[in-house]
């Protein structure tokens, strides 16, 4: 994939647990995002990661970034039924770093 | 409130039509995105601009065509052209930094084929 690879497509989980999505890319960055989609809805800014991080923590979400990997992950702590959602790896890329693309998407469900 | 705005939410387009779906941003952001969601999909990116004036093809520009006249305003156009409309679109606005700022994004629009 020219955006990059999220995994895994799809995950189930129980309310309660963990989760945790992975993205990985191919070219070299200077800030990875993430974001979250509510289906049929637009997209929703979580948190950025630049180059020079390894980790970044907001509210239940933590992201880390392994640059020599080519790869982030997003893990989401103690899952509530709200947090059921489509989420998203982006990265910029291009002169200028002006295209900003999206990974796949990762379809969370959280179950009660 | 400031924030980015697409109309109309839904939009049927007879077969061999033109359509064109609106954007519209009051964030003063100088980037501006067209996306493209299929069902249970990824986004792809259409047509992006950094400055008045001026815009870039994305990834799938084939069949579709944009303007950018005002800074506010990011109008695409669905040709006959593009085979295969029937999608979910996505207009999204950032700070151009080269690199940094988040996207913003409008609750997009499902256009179907009729």
């Known amino acids: 994939s020219q955006q990059g690879e999220e995994d895994p497509q799809a995950l189930s989980i129980q309310e309660g647990e963990n989760a945790t999505m992975n993205c990985s890319y191919k070219t070299s960055i200077n800030n990875l995002q993430w974001y979250r989609q509510n289906s049929g809805r637009g997209l929703v800014h979580l948190i950025l990661?630049?180059?020079?991080?390894r980790e970044k923590h907001s509210g239940r979400l933590r992201v880390t970034l392994d640059t020599s990997k080519k790869s982030s992950s997003l893990l989401i702590t103690a899952s509530r039924a709200a947090d059921t959602a489509s989420y998203f790896c982006?990265?910029?890329?291009?002169?200028?770093?002006?295209?900003?693309?999206f990974g796949q998407g990762t379809r969370l469900t959280i179950n009660p | 409130d400031g924030g980015i705005t697409q109309s109309p939410k839904y939009l049927f387009r007879k077969e061999g039509q033109n359509v064109t779906l609106s954007c519209e941003q009051n964030l003063n952001h100088d980037a501006m995105y067209w996306y493209r969601q299929d069902p249970g999909q990824g986004l792809r990116l259409i047509y992006y601009?950094?400055?008045?004036?001026?815009?870039q093809k994305g990834d799938i520009a084939e069949g579709y065509s944009v303007s950018r006249e005002k800074k506010e305003s990011f109008p695409l156009t669905v040709t006959s052209a593009q085979k295969n409309p029937t999608a979910f679109y996505l207009c999204?606005?950032?700070?151009?930094?080269?690199?940094?700022?988040?996207?913003?994004f409008g609750q997009g629009t499902r256009l179907t084929v009729v």
């Open positions: 990661i630049r180059s020079n991080e």
């Open positions: 999204a606005s950032s700070i151009a930094t080269g690199g940094l700022g988040e996207a913003f």
């Open positions: 982006a990265r910029r890329r291009g002169q200028g770093a002006q295209k900003l693309v």
């Open positions: 601009s950094q400055i008045v004036n001026d815009f």
